[in-house]
């Protein structure tokens, strides 16, 4: 059974193919024209925004925070009733260095706030914020 999507698809593995289609398409497009240079690394509103826009052709909760539990395997992912709290705790941890970007990036994988699409979502939002934090670093080196 496939999630309800405005593609119409009810086959699940069909739905997973175009899925990956269209946010592929879309992700190269964040990049290309630079939308991501406008978002504030690190943020979960940052995270939301590349959310919506990697799946707005495919869910109406696109960039949406889920509302019901989900788990993968035997890992529940943090409850619905904790996950605006814990998405606050995240906006505020610290970035500066490799090993702070690698704990909030755990931090949000463990939240989990979308229904579908965290993954890719949150590998884009790792990319911007290593980007940001990590090359100032380099700036800051040399100046």
Not at 24 to 46: C, Q, V, W
Not at 70 to 76: H, L, Q
Request: glycine share 6%; hydrophobic share 45%.
């Amino acid at each position: 059974m496939a999630l309800e999507n405005k593609l119409g698809l009810t086959d699940s593995a069909m739905l997973e193919c175009e899925e990956e289609r269209i946010s592929k398409k879309r992700a190269a497009k964040l990049f290309e024209n630079g939308i991501l240079d406008t978002l504030e690394a690190g943020k979960f509103s940052a995270l939301k925004a590349i959310h919506k826009y990697l799946f707005e052709e495919i869910y109406s909760f696109a960039g949406e925070i889920r509302t019901v539990n989900i788990a993968k395997g035997n890992f529940r992912f943090v409850p619905v009733m904790y996950l605006g709290a814990a998405l606050d705790n995240i906006d505020k941890m610290p970035q500066a260095t490799f090993d702070e970007i690698v704990e909030k990036y755990v931090e949000m994988n463990i939240a989990h706030p979308f229904r579908e699409g965290n993954g890719r979502s949150m590998r884009i939002w790792l990319d911007l914020i290593l980007k940001k934090e990590l090359c100032s670093l380099d700036d800051n080196a040399y100046a």
